[in-house]
């Protein structure tokens, strides 16, 4: 009996729920990426440790002056950093895949560094005539001591940040099929991948599990399933013959802001690996791809912190007046804490000074604000006004859950009248594919503050899934100069 009929011959006994895949701690999609995205953070360092090297070679060989160095003997440690630097990129030397080990690492480094070695003296020769052979030397093993106690350092990191269950792809699986016994097989033998779950329309044709791997319910259940914000992947194991299936099955899922792959079949075994290892090898973020989604990341954590951290230490005699004067004003604590929707679904919780009566559990999700609400304080009646009830989520923003400017961050099951707002937009998960914002496009353009209608929740949705398609530096630099005189100017929104 093959093993889906023995799965299927046991459809009604117990089944785990986790399944043997499952980890013990779930890693959300957003503390992966960040991780991935450090392969940027190890070529900076790279870069900024060869042209230091490079600067104090020339500086040893002129002690009196860079200025007046002769440009021959300049050139050759200056082309040789500058191949060497081309070398680290071409060679792909930050992606530190799961299947290369440290010495094949550092052969590939050995290689970088001797490309930057024979550029420079190809160079010295003809320029120099051989005069400054012993700075190319002192450059090269001066570049390589660095480079190789860095690369060394990288590699163990990244080798412990997968021990500890970072960067190991979670997938769930779509369709209950022989095409998904296959992924759980070669999962479950390499161990580079968890499968968390299936999802099936077909239930009354289905085990409870495949493999160990249980089915979590139908499509639908995958929808609003809490495991969303730690999947990477969703991958379709569908007949890919059933096209209508696999195209209505598409459809349904587009509204996630998860990444959807379809598992298309192979009957040789060399294939089916090679195709698994296309699925889940998740490397470092690779600088050669093209991965315009990681350098937007990169570069918009950047922009938090630099923007943001001046803007927290700045705001921080303001931050104490504000503490002091909730506290004079009513009973209660100072800050807000609420469960909120952040990155990939991710459920984060955001912080705010608190602005109403202090209610009986904290971040309770309650009927939304309205104009002369009494639940309103005297302070907190300014602090919405002004948007300064805002402030406390730079420290969301410093710790990376939110970002300065983003959609706005709803309350999990905030309602529009009677009905989650989630539910009345198809493409409501979309504003969930960035991270949230303190301000953000849709709140400059007007709308801000609770949601009572459909309507406003259908062009809250059109504003973040347009700035979405659009972000970059200069847009959100544009956002933050606009919020200030926006929001002060908006006497009609109701906060």
Do not use: C
Not at 431 to 458: D, F, Y
């Amino acid at each position: 009996m093959s093993t889906m009929n023995q799965a299927r011959s046991d459809a009604d006994g117990p089944a785990s729920r986790r399944g043997p895949m499952r980890p013990l701690r779930l890693v959300s999609v957003r503390a992966n990426q960040s991780k991935r995205l450090s392969s940027h953070v190890f070529r900076i360092v790279d870069l900024a440790v060869v042209a230091a090297v490079s600067l104090l070679v020339l500086a040893h060989r002129s002690p009196a002056s860079l200025l007046s160095t002769p440009v021959r003997e300049i050139l050759p440690p200056l082309i040789g950093a500058l191949v060497l630097a081309r070398a680290l990129r071409s060679l792909r030397l930050y992606r530190f895949l799961r299947s290369e080990g440290l010495w094949a690492h550092l052969s590939q480094l050995s290689t970088a560094l001797g490309l930057g070695l024979a550029a420079a003296l190809a160079l010295e020769w003809p320029l120099d005539g051989g005069r400054g052979l012993t700075t190319v030397w002192e450059w090269s093993i001066l570049a390589s001591a660095g480079l190789g106690v860095l690369h060394l350092g990288w590699w163990l990191r990244v080798r412990a940040w997968r021990a500890a269950g970072w960067l190991t792809p979670n997938l769930v699986i779509v369709g209950a099929t022989e095409y998904a016994e296959r992924v759980i097989t070669e999962a479950i033998a390499r161990r580079h991948v968890n499968v968390l779950g299936i999802f099936d329309d077909r239930l009354d044709r289905v085990p409870h599990s495949l493999l160990g791997v249980p089915v979590l319910g139908d499509v639908d259940a995958l929808l609003g399933h809490k495991i969303t914000p730690f999947v990477d992947r969703i991958v379709i194991a569908v007949e890919p013959a059933a096209t209508e299936r696999v195209r209505a099955i598409a459809a349904r899922l587009a509204i996630l802001p998860n990444e959807v792959t379809l598992f298309l079949a192979q009957e040789d075994s060399n294939e089916r690996s090679a195709a698994l290892d296309r699925l889940v090898d998740t490397p470092l973020a690779d600088l050669n791809a093209g991965a315009e989604f990681d350098r937007r990341s990169l570069a918009k954590r950047l922009q938090d912190l630099l923007i943001g951290a001046p803007m927290l230490l700045l705001s921080s005699p303001l931050l104490v007046i504000v503490a002091l004067a909730i506290k004079l004003d009513t009973r209660g604590p100072v800050f807000f804490r609420q469960g909120r929707h952040g990155f990939n679904n991710e459920e984060i919780v955001v912080w705010k000074f608190r602005s109403m009566l202090a209610g009986p559990t904290e971040g309770e999700v309650g009927p939304q604000v309205s104009a002369d609400d009494e639940r309103v304080t005297r302070v907190g009646r300014f602090l919405r006004r002004t948007s300064l009830d805002e402030l406390p989520q730079l420290i969301n923003v410093l710790r990376g859950e939110m970002s300065l400017v983003g959609p706005r961050p709803h309350a999990i099951g905030m309602k529009t009248g009677e009905v989650e707002s989630a539910r009345l937009v198809a493409e409501y998960a979309h504003r969930h594919r960035i991270k949230p914002g303190m301000t953000g496009w849709a709140a400059i353009n007007g709308s801000r503050g609770p949601l009572h209608e459909p309507a406003e929740v259908q062009r809250r949705v059109e504003l973040d899934v347009d700035y979405i398609a659009r972000q970059s530096f200069q847009l959100d630099l544009r956002i933050l100069a606009l919020t200030v005189p926006r929001l002060l100017g908006d006497r009609h929104a109701v906060r």
